[in-house]
């Protein structure tokens, strides 16, 4: 609901506020005071391009800015898709700089203008006798009868399903396309595999193998040099432990001499030992280490191997090769059971088809059960507004499933006896058509939740007995949704609960133009001018309180 409209610098507008009711809003005025212009203005508010052409003053910026109550509108998930701010009530602000730039706002913050297009569509409905191509779209017409035939627990449950067959769809798909990826490695990807599976490598082993190597390239040294070291350790006459243990004896001896010697003794013991130990550690390498060339052949071999795929696959260890191999063995498996998981996903695919056509079924009938009914009703409506003979039949056409379901369907409509029913979108606009979507508003009135309806001069061309059914009708869309009329007949704007009235001010240099809330007095006699013209007389003064109801 459109709670309060600031417009500034906005063609003929210089500075207009108004806060209409909850209920039925009329606007009147004369031609040309500016009824229009302010529709324009309102359009920029709902995402329509603006233009610096519509500056006031060129050298100011124009600002409209609007505050809507969007608490019933359930939009709280529009605004977390959008990263907006939800509340209660929304401010939407357009600005169109002297240099031509536009900005929108929603609550202050900066937003694309498709978003305040997306918006908008929740917020007002401007009709006109010329905006008639929302409803020749296939997806609105569909949208009527939904809420109509009152489907929407049966279309929320086609489209889980058909949201369900996506996804089994799209798995499918995914899988198939992995297949042709992993058959065209397949064959590759298993002689890799039994190249490095060969070889059954075990982590650390890289290590103890350079080790090895390193040892058996080097025995008949190492040998050599660890006798020489034994030898210069062990000798009876001349080796260090020799040695050690006759200047150990020479320390006891000073031990006993003076008891500071002792520590001497204690540190000559460590030292044997240690050497001792170092001793007979050597003699256990010596008896280990053997020139073997055989082994030592296997060992480079191994190591060759393992030097090549690590260079033939970027890798620097055992583990990266293990870790490679353990890939390889997954896709090589993968390859293996391709067919059963595609034979699986088709089998999903194919149930999930199955319940998606199922629930789609159900919604075309509830559908379908409701187009007499709507024919009806509607056929009943366009009667009272004075069209005779006019006809609605309903086309509908089983198409493959999408997001809204199974069908497709046409509202076919013909104004006068003995032509056939047309597409709505292929039957000539004017007054009937305007009757037409202004009943289809009525009708769903009560089946939806509407934004605030703008009609403007829907009643053009249409006799008085007409319009007041018409302004009755629109009083029962009030009820329950806001109403804003612009109207030129008398009958029309004594049925609102506001009215406004545009005019042009000259008292300036420019002329603008203002509106004006009237009160009860200013609405008979605005009623009146309505009625008789410029100086109405006192029974058109009588008219006028005849029927605004005795005011």
């Known amino acids: 609901m459109l709670k309060s409209l600031h417009i500034s610098n906005y063609a003929l507008i210089q500075e207009l506020e108004m806060a ?87 609550n202050d913050t900066p937003v694309r203008l498709e978003t305040l297009k997306e918006l908008g569509k929740f917020l007002m409905d401007i009709h006109s006798q010329h905006d008639t191509l929302m409803l020749g779209d296939g997806l609105y017409q569909l949208g009527l009868i939904d809420a109509f035939s009152k489907c929407q627990i049966e279309k929320l449950t086609y489209q889980e399903a058909y949201q369900a067959y996506l996804s089994a769809k799209k798995a499918l798909e995914k899988r198939n396309k992995e297949a042709l990826d992993l058959k065209k490695e397949a064959d590759f990807n298993r002689f890799q595999l039994e190249e490095l599976s060969a070889l059954k490598l075990q982590s650390g082993e890289q290590a103890i193998l350079e080790n090895e190597q390193e040892i058996l390239e080097n025995a008949d040294d190492i040998k050599s040099k660890v006798q020489e070291v034994l030898g210069q350790l062990q000798d009876e006459q001349f080796g260090a432990l020799r040695m050690l243990s006759l200047a150990n004896q020479g320390v006891l001896q000073l031990a006993r001499f003076a008891h500071i010697f002792e520590p001497y003794s204690e540190r000559f013991q460590s030292v044997l030992i240690e050497l001792k130990d170092i001793a007979a550690s050597l003699e256990d390498e010596d008896s280990a280490i053997e020139v073997d060339f055989e082994k030592l052949e296997n060992v480079r071999e191994r190591l060759s191997k393992i030097y090549h795929l690590q260079q033939k696959h970027g890798l620097e260890s055992v583990e990266e090769l293990i870790s490679l191999e353990q890939e390889l063995s997954e896709k090589v498996f993968q390859v293996e059971t391709l067919d059963e998981d595609i034979q699986k996903l088709q089998q999903l695919k194919s149930e999930a088809e199955k319940e998606m056509l199922s629930k789609g079924k159900l919604l075309s009938e509830k559908r379908k059960a409701s187009f007499d009914q709507f024919s009806k009703e509607l056929e009943g409506l366009l009667r009272q507004l004075g069209m005779e003979n006019a006809k609605i039949e309903m086309a509908h056409q089983s198409i493959p499933p999408f997001k809204e379901g199974l069908d497709q369907i046409d509202i076919l409509f013909s104004a006068n006896k003995g032509i056939d029913p ?130």
């Open 422 to 551: 047309q597409p709505l979108k292929q039957v000539a606009s004017g007054g009937e058509f305007s009757r037409l979507i202004f009943a289809i508003k009525y009708i769903m009135a009560d089946k939806m939740a509407l934004p605030t309806l703008i009609f403007d001069e829907i009643d053009t061309g249409v006799s008085g007995e007409i319009a007041i059914q018409m302004v009755r009708m629109m009083q029962e869309i009030a009820r329950k949704h806001q109403v804003i009329c612009i109207s030129h007949l008398p009958q029309v704007a004594a049925k609102g609960d506001q009215h406004y009235f545009v005019f042009k001010d000259n008292s300036s240099h420019k002329t603008v133009s203002k509106i004006k809330l009237l009160s009860k007095e200013e609405r008979i006699t605005e009623i009146a001018k309505m009625i008789a013209g410029a100086n109405p007389s006192i029974s058109a003064h009588e008219s006028a309180k005849e029927l605004l109801g005795g005011l």
């Open 20 to 106: 209409p009711s909850a209920k039925l809003n009329m606007i009147t005025g004369e031609t040309g005071a500016g009824k229009s212009i302010m529709l324009g203005a309102v359009g920029l508010l709902l995402g329509n391009r603006a233009d610096t052409k519509s500056l006031s003053d060129p050298e100011n910026k124009c600002v409209v800015e609007g505050c809507f109550g969007i608490e019933n509108y359930g939009l709280e998930d529009f605004f977390d898709q959008e990263e907006l701010d939800f509340d209660r009530e929304c401010i939407i602000r357009r600005e169109i700089s002297p240099t031509g730039k536009s900005r929108a706002f929603i």
